[in-house]
């Protein structure tokens, strides 16, 4: 099976990442793939926490714990591991988290959003979180069902999983699963997010999901097509100022809306 496909139109491109979306149970066009847009076709599929680099794994919980001691109280509902873990994430704290979107669009802007990199090959990574639910250990799998949904809430993981320990421990074998984080920032609802999580803090997705060729797909973007993409998007109002409010994601749009090209 060939995982890796290079898109040659912005056409062909919104093809390939709607093909597959018609769910015949429900009689909806409804994809079932988690996308993750990066501006580097080259960039593996790494986590924060193990760019940082050195003993990594075993200041994960360092890193939290210090975070969650001197964050205020109020910013998270809650004095769960999964609820810290999503702030933390989303303020730059290295984590074992990876991020994704339900949407294609959002994927392609932040494939195209560094004009910095427009002279390299951008990616959109394809997972199918549907099917790879059916790897996971069976009590998330159980959880799943009896929820009738596709991808935990944090809630529903923190009645089975209260920590990392946990985690690791509903399994021999690595497994990774997806998770919704609550709504508790604009950003998250806005870039339609959700994060990916493993079990084991030393993994690679990309590499791990060699394992499951038939789950995901590598979508290839040239950098002759990231312009022509680009000025779409913005014409569609996917831009920073949209998925980042405030002052920041303003000033990031206008910044890249002014730039010359070249």
Request: glycine share 4%.
């Amino acid at each position: 099976m060939n995982n890796e496909y290079r898109v040659t139109s912005y056409n062909d491109l919104q093809e390939k990442l709607f093909e597959d979306s018609w769910n015949p149970k429900l009689g909806r066009f409804r994809s079932r793939f988690a996308f993750r847009g990066l501006s580097n076709a080259d960039y593996k599929l790494e986590t924060t926490l193990i760019r940082l680099g050195g003993e990594y794994s075993l200041l994960e919980h360092h890193l939290l714990r210090n975070f969650s001691k001197y964050a205020h109280q109020s910013v998270v509902e809650k004095d769960s591991i999964w609820h810290w873990l999503s702030i933390a994430q989303h303020h730059g704290l290295p984590t074992r988290l990876l991020d994704w979107t339900y949407s294609p669009y959002i994927a392609m802007h932040f494939a195209t959003a560094n004009i910095d990199k427009f002279a390299l090959d951008g990616v959109i990574w394809a997972v199918n979180y549907v099917k790879l639910n059916e790897v996971l250990p069976e009590v998330i799998r159980h959880e799943l069902s009896k929820e009738g949904a596709n991808v935990l809430t944090v809630k529903l993981l923190m009645e089975h999983v209260c920590s990392f320990k946990d985690l690791d421990s509903l399994s021999k074998q690595d497994f990774v699963l997806f998770i919704e984080p609550p709504s508790i920032d604009d950003r998250f609802i806005n870039q339609f997010a959700f994060f990916s999580i493993s079990s084991n803090p030393r993994l690679v997705l990309d590499e791990w999901l060699l394992q499951y060729p038939e789950m995901w797909q590598k979508i290839i973007i040239p950098k002759e097509l990231k312009w022509e993409i680009r000025d779409k998007l913005d014409q569609a109002n996917i831009t920073e100022r949209v998925l980042f409010p405030g002052l920041d994601g303003l000033s990031q749009w206008l910044k890249r809306q002014y730039s010359p090209r070249g």
